[in-house]
């Protein structure tokens, strides 16, 4: 029986023979015209990037290799007496491009338990900035903090050659994913919870160890953080921390660099932070009406002087997607299960009700409908992970799955180096008197 890491090489090997075939055939094919507009208003639209893992739909929103979330719910194997998918399925989904057996889901999270150990420079990098440093700070120095044990660079600077990259990118993106839990349940130990650190549970899965070190025991705590940390895995290529990831990755900097790197752009408050942003902003409100569960006409106030002082509604709107998320609607479902009364959980539902009319009556915003972060901060803090400023961390930990997974099959499809052509205003306007020619190379 073949190892995954041997069934993933034999898929690559696959792919790059039919790509190789395509291109040969096809590779003059136009795609698509890019226009001006487009060149200034970030790359909306174009299509530049080969993502091999999910595939999103501006209507239907995401889907894992051909499989919506709701298909992944039903498909994927769960924990024992759970419901909610492992997100070790989803990875081994997104790498081989078939749906996992049982034992495959376990050899994963066998592999991920061996492969979990973190050195302790890596706690002594987070000890040495100060307790106030943002989570996600402490995460990225984390991040590098581990480069020291990039199996690619030792095997690089031995003299590695381009066919076998793949195998060492493959064993750093699995390592990294192994130790991820460990380092941010350190970090939220150590700034949150008087730096009472909680050891592995080594007969747990990924999800269910990563809610263990955090300190949450709940079974429903554990199944949430399966359907997290699957939902937020991947969103196609060209979000921020997926597109970074790979262009970083693309210089044959190693997975930890290009982590490290992807993580920086998802601490971004118009990508991942809006999950911090949404609660914070909620709790402000809660706050100047003096009430638990604002009245709709008290909301929609409060949106509206929101966008008076030139902010954005945070966890509403997408470059991609036009309709609610389908990962906003999973955690609906989740919350209907589980905490149907919660009053902050109640709070982003009648929130649901309201933005999205008022977004639709400005006129400019394209997508009026809730994205992933407008549901996720609400179902922690009901079982009381309630320290907002983690919340990315949580959405790094889960995108390390899909953004790894597409950098194992970058290098072994031995995709090159990235660079796109940019050019001056001063030459467009020369082109737009046709003095001057925009060439693509
Ligand atoms: N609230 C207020 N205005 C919004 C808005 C929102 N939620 N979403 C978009 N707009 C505005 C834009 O700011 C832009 O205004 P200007 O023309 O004045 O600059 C206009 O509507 C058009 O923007 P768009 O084409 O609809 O949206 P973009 O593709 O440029 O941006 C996104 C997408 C997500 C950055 C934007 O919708 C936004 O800022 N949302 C709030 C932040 C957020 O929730 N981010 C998380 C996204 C999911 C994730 O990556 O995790």
Known sequence: MATIKERFKGKADELSAEIKDILKEHGNKKIGEVMLSQIYQGMRGVTGLVSETSLLDAREGIRFRGFSIPELQKKLPKATNGNEPLPEGLFYLMLIGELPTENDVNDITNAWQRRSHVPNHVFDAIEALPKSSHPMTQFVVAIMALQTESIFVRKYTEGLSKKDYWDAVYDDSMNLIARLPRVAAYIYRRKYKDEKHIQPDGLLDWSGNFAHMLGFEDDSFKELMRLYMTIHADHEGGNVSAHTTHLVGSALSDPYLSLAAGMNGLAGPLHGLANQEVIKWIYEMREELGVELPTKAQIEKYVKKTLKEGKVVPGYGHAVLRKTDPRFSAQMEFGKKHMPNDPLVNTVWRV????????????????????????????????????????????????????????????ALGLPIERPKSVTTALVKDWIEGKEEILGD
């Not at 400019?364 to 179902?379: E, F, I, Q, R, T």
């Not at 889960?398 to 953004?403: E, T």
């Open 352 to 411: 649901y009700e309201v933005v999205p009319g008022i977004l639709k009556s400005l006129g400019k915003v394209k997508n009026p409908w809730p994205n992933v972060d407008a549901h996720s901060g609400a179902l922690l803090v009901h079982y009381g992970l309630v320290e907002y400023e983690f919340y990315t961390v949580l959405f790094g930990v889960s995108r390390s799955l899909g953004v790894l997974a597409n950098l194992c099959w970058d290098r």
